[in-house]
C-alpha cells in the first residue's frame, strides 16, 4: 500500500519559513520524481517544486529564491525548505510521487502564512 504523509505545515508570519517533510512507503522511493503541489482557496492547484531521481529540480516562478527541495532517498523522504514566506503562500500543500503515468498524492498539509 502506497502513503504519502506530509508534515511540517501551520502557522507562520509573513518573513518566517517553515520546512515540510513527506515520507514515502510502498514505492521504490528513489526511481520516482517527488513533487510539492499547492492549492489555495478558490484556485487550481499548482505545481511548487519538483525533484527528479536524478536530482534535477525545477521551481514555479513565484518561488524560486525562496523555496528549495530536496530528498533523501534512505530515508524515501522529500523535503521543502520554504523561506521568506508570503501571505500569498497560503495553501494546502500536497506531497506528489510521479512515475510515467502512475500518480500518488498525500493527504496534504495546511500552511497559513499571516500577514
Known amino acids: 500500500q502506497v502513503q504519502l504523509v506530509e508534515s511540517g505545515g501551520g502557522l507562520v508570519q509573513a518573513g518566517g519559513s517553515l520546512r515540510l517533510s513527506c515520507a514515502a512507503s510502498?514505492?521504490?522511493?528513489?526511481?520516482?520524481?517527488m513533487g510539492w503541489y499547492r492549492q489555495a482557496p478558490g484556485k487550481q492547484r499548482e505545481l511548487v517544486a519538483a525533484?527528479?531521481?536524478?536530482?534535477?529540480?525545477n521551481y514555479a516562478d513565484s518561488v524560486k529564491g525562496r523555496f528549495t527541495i530536496s530528498r533523501d532517498n534512505a530515508k524515501n523522504t522529500v523535503y521543502l525548505q520554504m523561506n521568506s514566506l508570503k501571505p500569498e503562500d497560503t495553501a494546502v500543500y500536497y506531497c506528489?510521487?510521479?512515475?510515467?503515468?502512475?500518480?500518488?498524492w498525500g493527504q496534504g498539509t495546511q500552511v497559513t502564512v499571516s500577514s
Open positions: 506528489n510521487a510521479q512515475l510515467r503515468s502512475v500518480d500518488y
Open positions: 510502498g514505492i521504490m522511493f528513489g526511481i520516482f520524481t
Open positions: 525533484i527528479s531521481s536524478s536530482d534535477r529540480t
